[in-house]
């Protein structure tokens, strides 16, 4: 799997295009598990877009694995403060910035 777009915030404005340097173009290496768990995540994805068309309600076709309810893409900070609040949850450290 390969990380191809970066999505970022701006103040309050999401900016998307490719990575700033050929580095930030690489290939992201996942255990089975991971890429079963993603898959069978995409294949509801596909069941609930099909759900909302049948019932004549908006999809749109962003291309990307994790969104909202109507398949536009998540906010980049929705993810961050997302995953902060759970790991605080949890009790785990914090995840610093290497």
């Not at 690489?26 to 994805?45: G, M, N, S, W, Y």
């Not at 908006?58 to 309810?69: E, I, M, P, Q």
Request: net charge positive; no cysteine.
């Amino acid at each position: 799997m390969s990380a191809e777009r970066q999505r970022t915030t701006a103040g309050y404005e999401v900016v998307e295009g490719d990575p700033k340097t050929a580095a930030g173009q690489r290939a992201v290496a996942l255990d089975r598990h991971t890429v079963k768990i993603l898959r069978e995540h995409r294949r509801r994805q596909l069941a609930h877009r099909d759900r909302r068309l049948a019932a004549g309600k908006v999809w749109h076709d962003s291309g990307y694995l994790f969104t909202r309810k109507d398949g536009e893409p998540i906010n980049p900070s929705y993810a961050t403060t997302r995953f902060r609040k759970l790991t605080e949850r949890a009790e785990l450290p914090p995840v610093l910035p290497r």
